[in-house]
């Protein structure tokens, strides 16, 4: 039975419920009717909780974003967003129209009521492709896995897999994929990451229902949410959003800003805001670094090395890989090999399991070549030496039956190639006084900038988004006002009209067959940092920046944890 204290708690809440109800129940009822979304994930009809000790107006407010990270406005076209939203769905792997495409079987291979999942035999096929062949997928609690292979090989559909439970999944293991960015909506940033919580949402609601009832059966009811909602955190659940989407680059006005007006990148950062605050057993982040600045990544990092329950990762940096991962799943020749460490431990491992691999190749291969020449010469000798062949042949027979190690296939590489541009005078790119934004009344992107670009010199521009790091390439390449291609036009027939002294298109075919879709690789030598109107060179490497992120975040999170207390 409840205590006296619990009972007396549970009255003022009913009776403050009451006194909200009546104020808000018109204004509610209207906003329920005028909004909507689009769920990111797979968990729309799962409970969830989460909690956090900050408070949203500890935040610290942030240098506003600059006017082109939105988009819309308060009256803009309806239909735009519907047939955005339609082209979203269109793109979702786990939606039931693709989902239709693709063939999956599997074994349940752990207990149903346990927390770890493991699955045998598991076989993917989509459109009559095999992604995956009679392996073996295990997901386990605690564990943070980087899902690694080549592009193409289905990492994307596995997760979509997973997080549309085509795989036997235990109903008590509650997933989330997190795939693509928020669809436009009318709602703010914030409102959209706290209904993410199905579970608050409806005890909330329930108690709001049972508040303006007065018999038992109801107050022992209310009293049984109040306790769960506390459970919950649910007076933090605000506050938590918040101190999430702060990490994440948001301001506080930003946060109370209708979706539709944020591009798409930061609607995606909304997106990874939902799924850091629900905290599900399994969540699934597939490129989750895409759109976020060195700030962000840094704060990202620092918040999934500390989750508690599985996570799988699709990334294609080292680096973040290398701070988050535990384990390493690596998708090749439709199987699933498993590592464990981070990635830099997984290149190590894999590097001795290849070269012992090569080892032991080519040492059957000589067995089997000397085996060969002796058959060929004395099978068809005197008894003794037929006798020998044979049994020799027999041994081969039993080494091929046995199976043998495969060669080891190296992994295609696709280089840059940069024509020699010849012998430039110093400097090659020179800026001086230069003061840069887009319209008068706008802040200032760059004030009185000056530096100078060497031929030898090799740069990486870093900083926050909005800064203007793409602003200062396009104003040096003078593409800053207007879209320099003609969409209407092919590569080649661009190229034709921008180098007329080619006069055969085989010729400009080949100088844009040199540069071929590839990964960036990191070739900077220098690093300047972008941000406060200004340029600054950074003494060290990419990874001592980094490392100054990480104190700068640790400090800021302190300081607010501090204000909290």
């Known amino acids: 039975m409840p205590s006296d204290d619990k009972k007396k708690k549970a009255l003022a809440k009913k009776e403050a419920d009451k006194r909200r109800n009546q104020k808000k129940a018109p204004r509610s009822a209207v906003a329920t009717e005028a909004t909507g979304d689009v769920l990111n994930g797979t968990a729309e009809d799962l409970p969830y909780n989460g909690t956090s000790a900050s408070h949203a107006d500890d935040l610290k407010h942030t240098p506003s974003a600059r006017d082109d990270d939105f988009m819309g406005s308060d009256d803009e076209d309806e239909a735009v967003h519907n047939a955005l939203i339609e082209s979203l769905e269109c793109l979702d792997l786990a939606s039931d129209r693709v989902a239709q495409h693709r063939s999956v079987t599997a074994v349940l291979a752990s207990h149903p009521e346990a927390r770890d999942t493991q699955f045998s035999n598991l076989t993917v096929t989509f459109h009559g492709k095999d992604l995956l062949t009679d392996t073996r997928l295990e997901l386990n609690v605690g564990r943070r896995y980087g899902l690694i292979g080549p592009n193409g090989c289905g990492k994307s559909t596995l997760l979509a897999v997973i997080a549309n439970r085509e795989l036997p999944i ?98 995606m950062r909304i997106a990874l805001a939902r799924a850091l605050f629900v905290r599900p057993a399994l969540l699934l982040l597939d490129e989750p670094t895409n759109h ?46 498993y590592f464990s460490g981070n990635y830099d431990q997984y290149v190590r491992t894999r590097f001795e399991l290849e070269e012992n691999q090569m080892k032991r190749y080519k040492w059957e291969q000589d067995q089997i070549s000397v085996m060969k020449d002796y058959i060929a010469r004395f099978g068809h000798g005197t008894k003794k030496l037929a006798r020998q ?177």
């Open 170 to 267: 235990p109903e008590h293991v509650d997933i989330f994929l997190l795939q693509r960015e928020m669809a436009p909506s009318d709602k703010t940033a914030l409102q959209c990451v706290m209904e993410v919580d199905v579970e608050r949402q409806r005890l909330e609601k329930e108690a709001s229902e049972l508040a303006v009832r007065e018999d038992q059966e109801s107050t022992e009811r209310l009293m049984e949410v109040y306790e769960r909602l506390e459970h919950l955190d649910a007076d933090k659940a605000e506050a938590k959003a918040a101190m999430l989407l702060h990490g994440l680059g948001f301001t506080r006005e930003m946060q109370q800003k209708q979706v539709k007006h944020f591009s798409g990148g930061w609607r």
């Open 292 to 337: 976020l600045d060195l700030n962000a990544c840094v704060w990202l990092e620092r918040e999934l090395i500390n989750y508690p329950r599985c996570l799988v990762i699709i990334s294609h940096s080292q680096d973040f890989l290398n701070g988050v991962c535990t384990n390493i799943i690596l998708m090749q020749k439709h199987k699933l090999t």
């Open 389 to 565: 062949a044979q049994s020799k042949e027999k041994v081969l027979q039993k080494m091929v039956s046995g199976g043998l190690a495969e060669r080891v296939q190296s992994e295609k590489t696709l280089t840059f190639y940069f024509p020699d541009p010849g012998t430039i005078p110093p400097p090659v790119i020179q800026v001086q006084q230069v003061s840069f934004r887009y319209a008068p009344g706008k802040p200032w992107i760059y004030r009185n900038l000056d530096l100078a670009v060497d031929l030898d010199r090799r740069v990486a521009l870093v900083g926050p988004n909005g800064a203007g790091k793409s602003t200062l390439l396009k104003l040096i390449a003078a593409e800053h006002l207007h879209e320099m291609l003609d969409i209407n036009m092919t590569a080649v027939d661009w190229m034709m009209k921008c180098y007329p002294d080619i006069k055969e298109r085989d010729d400009m075919r080949k100088i844009l067959g040199r540069y071929g879709l590839s990964g960036a690789q990191q070739v900077a030598k220098e690093i300047w940092v972008c941000e406060n109107q200004s340029i600054t060179p950074w003494e060290g490497d990419i990874f001592s920046y980094k490392r100054h992120l990480v104190k700068t975040v640790n400090k800021e999170l302190a300081r607010l944890n501090a204000a909290n207390q």
